[in-house]
């Protein structure tokens, strides 16, 4: 079955840095585009980041542009995400999510992982 584990948040002061991971197993993870999506309290989801297949080509949302850098090691079947700077409105629950088709970017998700709380204190 398709896994994604997600890791590394915390509690961190404004300017202050995390860096999250992502375990992926049961596919062939170097054959997805990868997303990071973050919940804030009482909002919705927003989509963060995305990565293609071998990691050459990376996309931000304009929240975290400059601030944030997404990546991966496809022989260790894990995503990261580099977070510095960071401001109190980068807290929430930040998710890793696989496209819905291998090798295509097509900005759908089928799977995501359990989250892990970032929070950023004031």
């Known amino acids: 079955q398709v896994q994604l584990v997600e890791s590394g948040g915390g509690l961190v002061q404004p300017g202050g840095s995390l860096r999250l991971s992502c375990a992926a197993s049961?596919?062939?993870?170097?054959?997805?585009?990868m997303y990071w999506v973050r919940q804030a309290p009482g909002k919705g989801l927003e989509w963060v980041s995305a990565?293609?297949?071998?990691?050459?080509?990376?996309y931000y949302a304009d929240s975290v542009k400059g601030r944030f850098t997404i990546s991966r090691d496809n022989a260790k079947n894990t995503l990261y995400l580099q977070m510095n700077s960071l401001k109190p409105e980068d807290t929430g629950l930040y998710y890793c999510?696989?496209?819905?088709?291998?090798?295509?970017?097509?900005?759908?998700?089928?799977?995501w992982g359990q989250g892990t709380q970032v929070t950023v204190s004031s």
């Open positions: 999510a696989r496209d819905r088709v291998a090798g295509r970017f097509t900005s759908r998700y089928d799977y």
């Open positions: 049961g596919f062939t993870f170097s054959s997805y585009w």
């Open positions: 990565i293609n297949t071998g990691g050459g080509s990376t």
